[in-house]
């Protein structure tokens, strides 16, 4: 019966949704976009994609009012088409849609008197396509909100690992530079103090390890540290065989 009443009232029923979603979009209650009702940044479909879908959903309820659910739900899902804010789609925003059909619906049915008999019956009808739509429309928006939160996570660690790789390859660029003046250093001197001085402490700066020594072998053929850098020093230090 409500799927009858739906068709017979289609003509006036469609423009008057129409005109309500437009109203509710352009002037916002208090708190549904800012907390301001701050209309700034409102973008609305393009009135002909808008009016396929509200078409199409309008088609839909009849079709569940009737007993077959299927094509209103796979509108639900596509209800990203149309776009009432610049941001990522809204939950409220997307169940303004919904909630001002339900308002047309109930007030035409008031002012039916044709139907005043079986107005319970089908406010109720009504109601449960509504609860319906209501949670769908929930269910869609919750899983596309795990799926974006789900891919900025993603992103997020891929930028983390890209900064951790940039600041290994600068630390070793860093590293080669200094090993490079190392190298250059040690080829234009010729005093061995110097030279082990140069060595120890570059390779002391650049790896940032905690001990380095050198050892060379001695007049007697030991080994002994030469000089050493860091936390202990070990100059003396002799290994006899």
């Not at 250093?185 to 005093?191: F, I, K, Q, R, V």
Request: charged share 20%.
């Amino acid at each position: 019966m409500l799927a009858q009443w739906l068709t017979q009232h289609r003509a006036r029923l469609l423009p008057e949704w129409t005109a309500r979603l437009q109203l509710a979009i352009s002037q916002p209650q208090a708190g549904l976009h800012n907390g301001h009702g701050d209309t700034n940044g409102v973008v609305v479909a393009a009135p002909e994609e808008r009016d396929l879908l509200m078409v199409s959903l309008y088609d839909g309820i009849i079709l569940a009012a009737e007993g077959d659910a299927a094509p209103l739900d796979q509108c639900l899902r596509l209800m990203h088409a149309l776009r009432t804010s610049d941001r990522d789609e809204e939950l409220g925003e997307r169940l303004q849609l919904a909630f001002q059909l339900r308002r047309v619906v109930w007030d035409g049915l008031f002012a039916d008197s044709a139907v005043a008999e079986q107005r319970r019956e089908l406010l109720e009808a009504a109601e449960q396509i509504f609860e319906h739509v209501t949670l769908a429309l929930t269910e869609h928006w919750t899983t596309s909100a795990a799926v974006i939160r789900q891919q900025l996570e993603h992103a997020e660690q891929f930028a983390q690992t890209l900064a951790q790789a940039a600041e290994q390859a600068d630390q070793i660029t860093l590293q080669l530079h200094n090993l490079n003046t190392l190298a250059s250093e040690l080829a234009t001197s010729l005093d061995s103090a110097a030279l082990i001085e140069t060595a120890g402490s570059k390779l002391h700066e650049v790896l940032g390890v905690a001990h380095v020594a050198i050892w060379l072998a001695d007049d007697q053929g030991a080994l002994a540290v030469a000089q050493s850098w860091g936390e202990r020093d070990q100059c003396g230090l002799r290994l006899t065989d």
